[in-house]
DNA sequence: CGACTTCTGGCACAGTGTGCCATAACCTCA
DNA sequence: TGAGGTTATGGCACACTGTGCCAGAAGTCG
C-alpha cells in the first residue's frame, strides 16, 4: 500500500548537485526503480543488496545510504503519501464531520495516475505478500494512523487519551490495509473506491 | 499482546524425552524466561543470540532449533491464545449474535492470571515498544484476524470476499491491538476491559 | 551388546547493516 | 591555476543473524 507518485523523502540524494559537491551517481527512486524490477523477476529474497546495487551501477556501501534495509526501498514514496494525507485532513472545512473527512481523504491521499496502475499493483504485491516486507510496514502504518488520530482528536479538542480518537485511527489504518488486501484479490476493481467502502463499514460514525 | 500462560506449540520440545532419544537439555519456555529477562536488562537489540544461549546454557545452534528467530522468542504463548481464542468462537451459542461473541471471546482469550500481570506488561511493553520485534508480529496478527473474519463468514453463510467478515476481522486485531498501546499508557486499568470497550467501539454491529 | 531415535554442538557460509577512512568530483573564491 | 570546502562514493573490517551439514552424545528398546 501507500502506493503513488510523488516526492521521495528522507533518502532522496537528487541526481543534481545544487549545494556544490560531488554530483550523486543514482537516486532513491532510481535505486527503488531498479529493485523493484528485480524482486519482481526473482521474489525479494533472491536478490541481494549487491545485486540491486550493481544493477544500479553503485557500490553496496552507497545502498545503505540511501535505505537503511533493503525493503525500505518499496517505500519510496511513503513519505508524500503521508504529507499528502496531512495536508488534505488539513485543507477539509471544519465544519464537516470528522469521519467524513477520513473517508475523502484516506482514498484521496492513495490514489494513483492511471498509468501507474500496474506499477502500484506490483508494488502491493510485495508489500502484502512477502514477510519481510510485509514486517517492516509497521512503522509507515503507525504514522498513518497517528495522522488519523491526532486530527480526530484535534477536532474532538481532546487529548491522547482519547478512546474514539485512538479507535477512529486504528479504524482508518485497518480500512486501508484491507482494502489493498482486497484489492489484490479484485484487481478490476478500483482501489479508492474499496477502501471508501471498508472505511464506511469500520470508521464509528456514531459520535459525530 | 497476546500475553498468557498457556501450553506453547510449535517450538516446544519438552523436558522430557517421552518417545527415546536424547533428553533435551533446555525448553522453549526456559529460553523466552532467559531471553525475555535480559531483553529487559539490556534492551533487545543490545542482547545477541549466543548471549541468550549461553545464560541458557545451550549453544547458538540450539537455540536456533527452538525458534527461527531471535524475536520468536517473545511469542512463546501465541499458539495458546491464538486455540484459546478458536475455542472460545466455536463453543458460542449459535444464536448469540456474532459481535457479541467475538466481544466476549477475545477478551478473555488474552486474560491472565493475576500473578502474572507484571510479566505480561512486561512481555507487552517489549512487544509494543522495540522495532524488530514488533515487525515479527504481523504474522501473528493476521491469525489472529483470520481467526475472526472465518468465524463471522461461518455465521453470516459467505465467503472469502464478504466485506463485512473482512472488516469485522480487521476491526478485532485494531481493537486489540489499540488495547494493548492504551494498557501500556494507563497499567492500573484491567487489559479486558479494555479490550472490550475499543472492541464495542470498532467492530460493526449494525450488521447483527 | 547393537539398532534406532532424538537432541546437541561445531563449523562454514551467505547475507545484512554499520563504522571508519581515503578519495573522487564538484563548487567558490582568490 | 590552485587552495579550501562540501558532498558523494567505494572499500574494508566487523558483529550479528540465520541455515545447511555432519559428527557425536544420550537416551530407549530388543
Redesign the pocket.
Known amino acids: 500500500m501507500w502506493d503513488h507518485a510523488g516526492v521521495s523523502g528522507s533518502g532522496e540524494?537528487?541526481a543534481v548537485?545544487d549545494?556544490?559537491?560531488?554530483?550523486?551517481?543514482?537516486s532513491a527512486r532510481e535505486l527503488a526503480e531498479v529493485a523493484q524490477e528485480l524482486f519482481l523477476e526473482r521474489g525479494f529474497e533472491n536478490?541481494?543488496?549487491?545485486d540491486i546495487?550493481a544493477a544500479a551501477?553503485?557500490?553496496?556501501?552507497?545502498f545503505?545510504?540511501?535505505f537503511?534495509?533493503?525493503?525500505d526501498v518499496l517505500w519510496v514514496e511513503s513519505p508524500a503519501e503521508l504529507a499528502r494525507f496531512r495536508e488534505l485532513l488539513a485543507a477539509a472545512p471544519p465544519e464537516e464531520p470528522y469521519a467524513d473527512v477520513l473517508c475523502r481523504a484516506a482514498p484521496r491521499a492513495l490514489s494513483h495516475p492511471p498509468e501507474r496502475r500496474t506499477w502500484a499493483l506490483h508494488r502491493a504485491e510485495l508489500l502484502l505478500t512477502v514477510p519481510a516486507v510485509l514486517e517492516k510496514a509497521t512503522v509507515r502504518h503507525t504514522e498513518w494512523r497517528r495522522i488519523a488520530t491526532e486530527f480526530v482528536a484535534a477536532r474532538r479538542g481532546s487529548g491522547p487519551d482519547d478512546l474514539v480518537a485512538i479507535a477512529v485511527g486504528h479504524a482508518v489504518l485497518a480500512a486501508t490495509v484491507a482494502a489493498h488486501e482486497y484489492w489484490l484479490a479484485h484487481p478490476d476493481q478500483e482501489l479508492p473506491d474499496i477502501m471508501a467502502r471498508f472505511l464506511h463499514l469500520l470508521v464509528p460514525a456514531g459520535t459525530g
Chains 1, 2 share one sequence.
Do not use: M, N, Q, W
Open positions: 540524494r537528487g548537485a549545494r556544490g559537491g560531488r554530483p550523486a551517481l543514482t536478490v541481494s543488496v549487491d546495487a551501477g553503485v557500490s553496496r556501501r552507497t545503505f545510504r540511501y537503511s534495509t533493503k525493503a
